[in-house]
Every structure is written in C-alpha cells, then in structure tokens.
C-alpha cells in the first residue's frame, strides 16, 4: 500500500502508512476532545482530513465557494523586513512590501506593524507608527490592520518596570504575586489603549491584538479590558483578537471576567468572552507538538477550531502561521503541510477566515 | 491572526483557501466581517446581495475585474481603472454602506 509523505511537527519529511496515518488522526482528535471537554471528530471528518493528506498532489485547496477571508500577522510585510522578526530582509520599503502583498499576492486584508512586535515599544516609536500607517493606508484598497502583541512578560523586570511576580509564588507569597501580575495588566491596558487611540488619530481601519495570553490568564483580562475601552471611545474601530495558545495558563488563576474564570481557557470559551468585550474577529491559536506528525497536530487544531466556531457568535479565523493551527514549527514549512492545514481547517474546522 | 510567520506560509494559504482580495471580492467580504461580525457565509451573501451577483460571482476573476472597473473598487492592474487606495476604500465604504474609519477621516479632511 502506498505510503503517505506528510511532516512531523518540526517539518521533517516523514512517511507514514495509511493505519498510521488514521491512528495520529485519532489520536490528535481524542486529545483536544479530552482536554477541551468537546466533541471529537466524527468518523466523517476523521476521513475528510485522511482524503486531504492521502491526496498525491503537492498541494492542495478547497473547493470553489469555500474560499474564506485570510487575515495575517504581519504576513504582508515578511518581504520587508529581517531579524528581529522572520523576514526576507529584501531591501525594499513597508509600503512597497504592503502594496506587493495587496497586488501581487492578492491577500484579503493586510497587517503593518512595527519590527519590534509587541505594543511596549511601538509606544515609543509611536510617531513613526502613526506616519507609516498614514502613508500605507492612504495607497492601500484592502483593509490595513495594526498588529501588535500585548506580550505582558515585557512589563516584568529586567525589561519592565514590575518585580516579576513568580519570586514571589516561590517564596508562597501569592497575593503579592496576584498583585503584581494586576498591575503589569493595568500598564499593558494603558499601553494599548495608547497606541490605538494614536493611531485612530490617524485613521487606523483596525487593530489587532496578537498572541493575546501569551503571559496567561492577566494578560488574557487585561486585553478584554482594553477592547472594552477602545470600542467604547473609539468608534468604527473593529478588533482583531488573536490568542497566544489553545489553553489559558492560570499564571494568576483567580481571575475572572464577567463572572467566568479565565484560566484554563479552551477556544470554544476564549472566543465567548472575546465577543462579549466587544471583538469583531476572533483568532483560534492550537498550538503544535514538534514531537508529533503533522496530521496528529491538524487533527487537534480542527477538533478546536470546530468547536470554536460552532459555538461563536463572531467570524472565527484560525491561526495557522509557525507552529500554530496543525502547521509545523519550522521557518520554512513544506507547502504541503501549508495548504493542507489550509484546507482542513477551512472544510472541517468551518474556520471564517485563516 | 491568520496566516503569517513562516517563509513562504502566506502565498500558498492565500492560493490554497483564499478570496482573492482586490483580485476578486475578498476585500468586501473582509470590510463586512471587520464592521458587521459577519460570519464567512453570511458576509459573501451579503457582498452578493450589494453587487447584484450570485455567490459563485465573488470568486470569479473575470466577473469580478469588470464590476470593480465599473464601480471603482479597485483593481490588481491600477492603470486600468479609475480608483485606487483611499478613493477605492471611499466607493467601497458607501456601496457596503460600512463605517471604514479612514475614509470618514479623509472625507471630513476634505470638508475642511
């Protein structure tokens, strides 16, 4: 019987047989459904995504008329810039990487952002933000989203200005602890805010609030905090919200927003609380294990996603760049693997948009 | 969100499931689910509706070059039609009857 080239979750080129390949399926399946107390893939799906990965071709795509919308994270700049983020480092502008991307690549919205990631540095280069969006957004037809993580590790010691807060968990002093991670919130929110409301000033068309958690469940609250503020007083603003990881970690573990608890966080529950703060469009982040197939990775990612975007009253994108959303966690990941987690999570996971 | 990150990721997503942006109608689709919430399907039925086309329309290239053309909406081929960048965005927010925030800045610019 013929084998099945697919990768492992660190994108080496891997073969597996067809039982193995339907038993990582499974596998992968099975422990999203555990973990996230939902339902796992039906027998169906569980051959819907055998048929995408036993496919020959190189490639592949859905259907006509099952096309969604595809957002990104700074993918319309990946040719313009180098280190510190991933980038070709060609030498070209922003604005002619945006406009390459809008007509040549042909993508549905685009992302701009600054190098450094991450809504703390962006706040001290804010005058450079606002000119750059200014400028792109005036050539640009499609929608200009500024991205930008809430990253709120940034605010702990030694590049920020809070104690880190787990000296204190290890020493058992945890309100100081809770403390501590409260306030880094409340710094984050106000720098957010900050930089959204600098680039409403100038027009910006939406934001996004990427890698939301990264810094567990704190991080979580304080960004429902801002979205709050920011669809208050900033009008026709919509709000991307894209989620660091498929779990809240309790790093706090007491917060709670509008009478939910935060941590442990599945995306069928994430995506709850998002579009009760106010988010327009929603970001499933799965993330993958390098120690496991491609296939077992997608299979998790589409049991998430499915159950996220059942129970979501917003559009539901999948997040499916490096190491996210059943792709393997490598640079340069085989395009095989790129347009099959495309495709899964499009046909099975009922993704809106990637 | 979405697609990024890896070399290379981006153009074959965009290939293997995407729209097709200014290309074809995925650009309205996204200004309806960025503004209104709309799910993926509800969001084309609507960009349908506007543009007086079926839903296999929004995807097809040919049809497509011709009403962006006619409308001003924009095009891959900017010498080939009348409106681009923030003019495009000003025809597009009034057809979708959407708030796109700078188009309402640039027109209340102009006003001044």
């Not at chain 1, 510190?84 to 945006?98: C, E, L, T, V, Y």
């Not at chain 1, 490096?322 to 640079?331: A, I, K």
């Amino acid at each position: 019987m013929r084998e099945i080239m697919t990768s492992s979750g660190d994108g080496q080129h891997i073969m597996l047989s067809t039982d193995d390949l339907r038993r990582n399926i499974v596998a992968g399946s099975v422990d999203a459904a555990q973990k996230g107390k939902i339902d796992g893939l039906t027998q169906a799906e569980i051959n819907h995504l055998m048929d995408i990965f036993r496919q020959p071709a190189k490639t592949v795509s859905v259907e006509p008329g099952k096309e969604v919308i595809v957002s990104d994270d700074g993918a319309g700049l990946m040719a313009s810039w180098g280190r510190p983020s991933a980038g070709h480092a060609i030498p070209i502008s922003d604005h002619q990487s945006i406009l390459m991307y809008e007509r040549v690549y042909c993508g549905d919205t685009c992302g701009l952002g600054f190098p450094d990631y991450s809504y703390k540095p962006v706040k001290s280069a804010i005058g450079y933000a606002r000119s750059h969006y200014k400028a792109i957004s005036m050539l640009t037809t499609i929608p200009l989203v500024y991205g930008s993580q809430p990253n709120m590790g940034m605010y702990y010691h030694p590049s920020g200005p809070i104690e880190p807060p787990f000296d204190h968990f290890s020493k058992g002093e945890f309100e100081k602890g809770f403390q501590l991670q409260e306030e880094a919130a409340r710094i984050m929110c106000n720098d957010i805010y900050y930089v959204a409301e600098q680039l409403y000033e100038v027009g910006c068309e939406a934001i996004n609030l990427d890698t939301t958690g990264s810094a567990g469940d704190a991080e979580f609250w304080g960004v429902l905090q801002v979205v709050e503020d920011i669809k208050t007083k900033l009008p026709d603003m919509p709000v991307e919200m894209g989620m660091a990881g498929e779990e809240v970690i309790g790093m706090h573990g007491k917060l709670t927003y509008q009478g939910e608890r935060l941590a442990g966080m599945y995306p069928h529950q994430q995506v709850e609380m998002a579009a009760k703060a106010g988010v327009d469009i929603f970001g499933v982040a799965v993330n993958s294990d390098t120690s496991e197939s491609t296939p077992y990775n997608l299979a998790r990612a589409v049991t998430f996603m499915k159950a996220a975007a059942n129970n979501s009253p917003i559009p539901v994108h999948a997040n499916s760049g490096m190491g996210v959303g059943g792709m393997p966690m490598t640079l340069l990941p085989p395009v095989g693997c790129s347009t099959r987690c495309a495709k899964a999570l499009v046909e099975i996971g009922k993704a809106d948009g990637l | 969100m979405g697609t990024g990150d890896s070399h290379g990721v981006a153009i074959a997503q965009i290939i293997s499931s995407c729209m097709g942006g200014i290309r074809t109608a995925g650009d309205l689709v996204a200004w309806m689910q960025l503004t209104c919430k709309m799910k993926i399907d509800q969001a084309k039925e609507s960009v349908a509706q506007k543009l007086n086309l079926n839903l296999q329309d929004l995807t097809n290239e040919t049809t497509m070059s011709k009403v962006r053309s006619e409308k001003g909406l924009g095009s891959v081929i900017p010498d080939h039609v009348e409106y681009m960048g923030i003019a495009a965005k000003s025809k597009i927010a009034k057809l979708l009857d959407v708030p796109i925030h700078s188009v309402n800045l640039y027109e209340k610019h102009l006003e001044k």
